[in-house]
C-alpha cells in the first residue's frame, strides 16, 4: 500500500537519500528544505512521486503551509520524518544561551511544532506513524557537543510522551538512533563564539574526530539509513527505538550496561532510601 510521507531537511544527507529512496519504491514524498530549490532535482528525477515546499522548522506558519501542502499533494500524511537538525559545537560552559535556544529550536521546538501541525490530520484519519530522527547521542554524552546531547535527550522524551498520549488514536511513534554517517553534519558544525582553553583537553579530540568522520572507511552511508526508514514504514508494530549502524548498536550496548550497573549498585548500597 502506498504512503504518503512528509520528511523534513530533505537537501542533502539522510533526508535526501530517504525521499530518494521512498519516491523509488512508489511513495508520495513532500521532501522539505528552508530552500525548496535545493529539491529541483529530486523532483526531477521523480515526476508525480515529490512534491517540494519550503520548510524552516522554526518558523510556525511554514510549518502549518508544509502540512497542507500535503494535504493538497496527496490527501494527507502518513509518515512525518523530523530529521533537520544540526549540530551546536561547545562544552557546557562555552555555549551561551542564545547559541544553546538556537540549537532546541531546530532540534526540539521544530519537530514538536511541525508534529502538533500533522496530529490533527492523523485524528482526522485514526492513524499516523511519526519518526523522530535522533542519533545515539540521544543516549550517549559526548564531549563538546553537550547542547547537540541534550536537544537529542529531549526530543526523546518528547517522542515517548507523544507514544504514551496518542497510542489510542491508532498514532505510532519510532526514535531512531543512528551512529555516524557521512553526510554533510561535521562540516556544518556551528562552533561557540568563544571558546575556553581548559578544554581542550577534553573536547579537541572529539572536534578532529567530528571533522575526519566522512574520510573512515568504517562510516555508515545515508542510503543504509534511507533502507532502514523504509522498512521501518512498512511495518504494522514498528519499534519505539531503532538504532541504526553497527556503531550505534555498540555505543548504546555500552550505555545501557552501564546505566544497569549504576542503577544495581545504588539499590544494592541503599543509597535510594533515607533513614
Known amino acids: 500500500m502506498t504512503k504518503r510521507w512528509l520528511i523534513t531537511g530533505c537537501s542533502s544527507g539522510l533526508g535526501l537519500a530517504l525521499a530518494g529512496r521512498l519516491a523509488a519504491e512508489g511513495e508520495q514524498v513532500v521532501a522539505t528544505a528552508r ?3 535545493t529539491l529541483d532535482g529530486l523532483v ?5 512521486n515529490v512534491v517540494a ?3 524552516d522548522v522554526r518558523d510556525p506558519e511554514q510549518c502549518a503551509a508544509a502540512v497542507e501542502r500535503a494535504v493538497d499533494a496527496f490527501g494527507g500524511v502518513d509518515v512525518l520524518v523530523n530529521n533537520a537538525a544540526y549540530g551546536q559545537f561547545g562544552t557546557f560552559e562555552e555555549v551561551s544561551d542564545a547559541e544553546l ?3 532546541f529550536d531546530t532540534n526540539v521546538f521544530g519537530p514538536w511544532r511541525l508534529t502538533r501541525a500533522v496530529l490533527p490530520v492523523w485524528r482526522a484519519q485514526h492513524g499516523g506513524h511519526a519518526i523522530f530522527v535522533s542519533s545515539v547521542a540521544g543516549m550517549v554524552p559526548f564531549p563538546g557537543l553537550a547542547a547537540y546531547t541534550a536537544s ?5 522524551g518528547a517522542a515517548e510522551s507523544l507514544a504514551v498520549e496518542a497510542a489510542h488514536l491508532g498514532v505510532k511513534v519510532t526514535i531512531l538512533q543512528p551512529g555516524g554517517f557521512a553526510t554533510g553534519y561535521s562540516a556544518n558544525l556551528v562552533m561557540p563564539e568563544h571558546r575556553i582553553a581548559d578544554y581542550t583537553p577534553v573536547d579537541d ?3 578532529g574526530a567530528l571533522r575526519g568522520m566522512n574520510a573512515k572507511a568504517e562510516i555508515n552511508s545515508p542510503e543504509l539509513f534511507a533502507d532502514v526508514v523504509w522498512r521501518l514504514g512498512q511495518m504494522d508494530s514498528p519499534p519505539l527505538r531503532l538504532p541504526i549502524g553497527p556503531d550505534s548498536e555498540a555505543f548504546l550496548e555500552s550505555a545501557y550496561d552501564a546505566r544497569r550497573s549504576e542503577y544495581d549498585q545504588v539499590i544494592k548500597a541503599g543509597q535510594h532510601t533515607v533513614e
Not at 526531477?44 to 508525480?48: F, I, L, Q, T, V
Open 35 to 37: 530552500r525548496s530549490e
Open 53 to 55: 515546499a519550503a520548510l
Open 44 to 48: 526531477a528525477r521523480h515526476p508525480g
Open 101 to 103: 535556544a538556537a540549537q
Open 205 to 207: 579530540g572529539m572536534l
Open 152 to 156: 537529542k535527550f529531549a526530543v526523546e
